[in-house]
């Protein structure tokens, strides 16, 4: 059986975290809700190695963003990284087990999550401890994880281990693995987020993303993505991964 989060029958209840949050309860004036069959629950988090444009690289304690944040989550996009510590801090909190396994079969480089250069790297991770996980993945795409701000708040405030000097890796010899990815491009329509986010048009963020006339957002993204750059570029680099091994694998399965 599974279940799907934002539909019912399940349902989202308030939560008041016993750590205090960086961020989130400035975010949410109102409170936070988490879905009511989480608490007391083992949680595998199943994330991919890329890269991406807001959090240079994502991995376990992105995967947490979709799960454990109900409605208007991009209120969070421009103090991301707090957020992610800050759902790392609940998770530890309601669950009973936490516990990821990344797959690197294939790796995505560049303006991750959907404009990225697929790798065959054939690379699986497996972690109880998020924080390092994610600072592996990190190192090997050639990336400073302590450079990167969710992993090293996290790192500084006790949710694990984020310098690679003090991880205790099992399996593969990783010390001289670099695939030299880019954490820090952006497409055109991230360019424009960070601008809102970050940049010139911060003041006008509530009025572009936190009012009735939001989905402007949703809809100028879909249109980028979906009717640009898929077309025009994506399109190509998908059908060279489906001519790899996995991708053949992935075909073929019935």
Known sequence: DHITL??????????KP??????????????????????????????????HVFTTM????????????HRYRHW??????????????????IHSGLFAVMDGTFAGDGPGPRAMRIHNKNVILASADQVAIDA?????????????PMIRIAHEIGLGVGKPSEIEVVGDDIA???WNFNGNESTLASRGQKLIYHGPLKPLEGALLRSPIA???????????????LPMVGRKRVNEALQSDWGQLF????
């Open 215 to 229: 989905p402007w957002a949703y809809w100028a993204s879909n249109v980028y993505h979906n009717k640009f750059w």
């Open 6 to 15: 934002d539909v019912p029958p399940v349902k989202w209840v308030p939560y």
């Open 76 to 93: 969070t996009h421009s103090v991301i990284h707090e957020t992610l510590v800050d759902l790392l801090q609940i998770q530890k909190e």
């Open 251 to 254: 075909e073929n399965y019935k």
């Open 58 to 69: 994502t991995g376990a304690m992105k995967n947490a963003f979709g799960g454990l944040l």
């Open 18 to 51: 016993t750590a205090k949050m960086l961020v989130l309860d400035d975010v949410y004036k109102d409170g936070l809700y988490i879905p009511e069959v989480f608490p007391g629950t083992n949680i595998v988090q199943l994330p991919t190695v890329k890269t």
């Open 176 to 178: 001289d693995v670099n």
């Open 136 to 148: 592996v993945a990190a190192k090997m795409m050639g990336l400073d994880p302590m450079s990167i």
